[in-house]
């Protein structure tokens, strides 16, 4: 039993002890993989990708300098060339080359990334060619040597890199080539230290016409500024960046393009310095660097203008991608009015005058036959006129009544004689007639302006009563009303009476 218990005991402490030593050696190794990774970091830091987030809102710097997010258009653009990872390489001249004249024939290699300029925009992807600290030379094609004439004798740095259009750099690895070369001979001068932190200026540089205004550097054998932070016994250096607008200073550790407002108009000097952990200046030839710049609000070139927002990102989307069309504001068309077509009214050629030709025909009594009328013109009272020419063998006549219609006049050809039923004749009151005495109407005559309508007389047949033959009027006709008939005294009746 005790050797049972003591065996159960030893088997106990056995675990333990072996799962301790496992913790403990599981420990050691994570420490080790942890601390090979860091040396690797820090050994193969040469450029680095800036960081992403950028601030949302204004953030102060300085009494005068603040910082601001960046344009909406150029951050829409540069998510079309963020796709390309570009490759510069400096052919000629070659590293430590000594040149026998002081005209170089410079020649650059680039791939992944097309080079361009935008005939109407003017801007497109680009090299940044710096010789030496001067400012840089923008190079859209590189199928020809850049020529660099009269340089001085001595030794040069070349240094060049890819920018997209509106300035700024690509920070990827393999984006930046450099050489340096003499022209007849060494020198002290423009050779940078290729085992220290290199700093190269880029923006802003020459005139401006809005703000926000770029800020922009390339760094080389610089540290990822974390991995020089997490420990501090390390042999890695951390870095900072200190920049001095018009004499007011700020300090930076993001690698990344940062755009600032504050300016003032006209003339601004801007300082960019390397700095190592403790803030002192890091000794490179090239770590020190400054320009002067002019700003001049309401400018009118196309970066000025996509900075104020007044061009959007469709419209100079041909700055990013050559292939693109510009997509320019279209004006509706104006409708044209359709001219009505004018409708012409025939003309009616007024015929001419209604004559009446009738020979021998029994006499006509027309009754009065009302017709609409939409206005009665204003007549004059008509004259009568009696002519009274007695006749033994003459019958009674009825007077003529003539009415006049608005109607186009038409001529009436002689029509046959038409059998119809006669109507008895109505004599007009206080005439009596006579057979010994026959009575004759007397004529009336109604005058119209125009030429007078001659009498009709009509001689009747003695076998044959006579009768009344019945005049239509198939037209419309506006209405009239009929004349009063002059009352015949007893005087005219007597002195028309034949003597016996």
């Not at 056995?14 to 420490?31: E, G, P, Y």
């Not at 009665?376 to 219609?405: D, R, W």
Request: net charge negative; proline share 13%; glycine share 2%.
């Amino acid at each position: 039993m005790i050797c049972q218990l003591f065996t159960k005991n030893f088997w106990v402490e056995s675990m333990n002890s072996w799962r301790t030593t496992a913790v403990a050696i599981l420990r050691s190794l994570m420490a080790l993989v942890l601390v090979l990774s860091l040396t690797s970091c820090g050994e193969k830091a040469v450029s680095q990708e800036p960081v992403s987030s950028l601030p949302e809102e204004k953030t102060q710097l300085s009494r005068q300098i603040s910082e601001v997010s960046p344009p909406a258009a150029i951050q829409e653009l540069r998510q079309v060339l963020e796709v390309y990872q570009p490759q510069v390489t400096v052919l000629t001249p070659k590293t430590d080359e000594t040149l026998q004249d002081n005209t170089v024939k410079v020649r650059i290699q680039v791939k992944d990334l097309p080079l361009f300029k935008d005939q109407q925009l003017d801007l497109g992807p680009h090299l940044q060619v710096i010789v030496d600290n001067e400012p840089s030379i923008e190079l859209y094609d590189v199928s020809q040597p850049l020529v660099l004439p009269d340089l001085s004798p001595g030794t040069h740095t070349l240094r060049v890199f890819a920018s997209y259009p509106w300035g700024e750099s690509f920070k990827n690895e393999g984006a930046y080539s450099q050489t340096t070369f003499h022209i007849f001979t060494k020198t002290d001068d423009n050779n940078p230290d290729s085992s220290q932190p290199l700093l190269t200026y880029n923006s802003p540089q020459s005139k401006y016409g809005a703000e926000p205004i770029l800020l922009d550097f390339y760094l080389t054998n610089a540290p990822l500024h974390l991995v020089a932070q997490d420990n501090p016994n390390d042999e890695i250096a951390d870095w900072r960046i200190r920049s001095t607008i018009n004499g007011e200073s700020f300090v930076f550790d993001r690698w990344q393009a940062i755009y600032l407002k504050g300016f003032k108009r006209g003339k601004n000097w801007i300082k960019l310095e390397f700095l190592d952990e403790q803030g002192n200046p890091v000794k490179n030839v090239f770590n020190t660097t400054v320009r002067l710049i002019t700003y001049e609000p309401k400018g009118k070139d196309t970066l000025s203008k996509i900075i104020r927002g007044e061009l959007s990102a469709d419209q100079v989307r041909a700055i990013a991608d050559p292939n693109y069309t510009t997509k320019l504001p279209v004006a509706e068309p104006t409708p044209t009015p359709t001219p009505t077509p004018s409708v012409k009214t025939p003309s009616v050629e007024k015929p001419p005058k209604t004559q009446l030709k009738e020979e021998k025909q029994p006499p006509v009594e027309s009754k009065p036959q009302e017709v609409p009328q939409e206005e009665p013109p204003a007549e004059k009272k008509p004259t009568p006129e009696t002519t009274a020419k007695p006749s033994p063998s003459s019958s009674p006549t009825l007077p003529e009544v003539i009415i006049e219609s608005p109607q186009p006049e038409t001529t009436i050809a002689p029509q046959p004689e038409v059998t119809s039923i006669p109507e008895p004749t109505t004599l007009p009151e206080k005439a009596t007639p006579q057979k010994e005495k026959p009575d004759f109407w007397k004529y009336f005559k109604r005058r119209t302006g125009k030429e007078p309508v001659p009498q009709i007389t009509v001689e009747p047949s003695p076998s044959v009563s006579p009768t009344l033959p019945e005049v239509i009027i198939e037209s419309p006709q506006p209405e009239t009303t009929p004349e009063p008939q002059p009352e015949i005294t007893p005087a005219e009746t007597a002195s028309a009476a034949p003597e016996t």
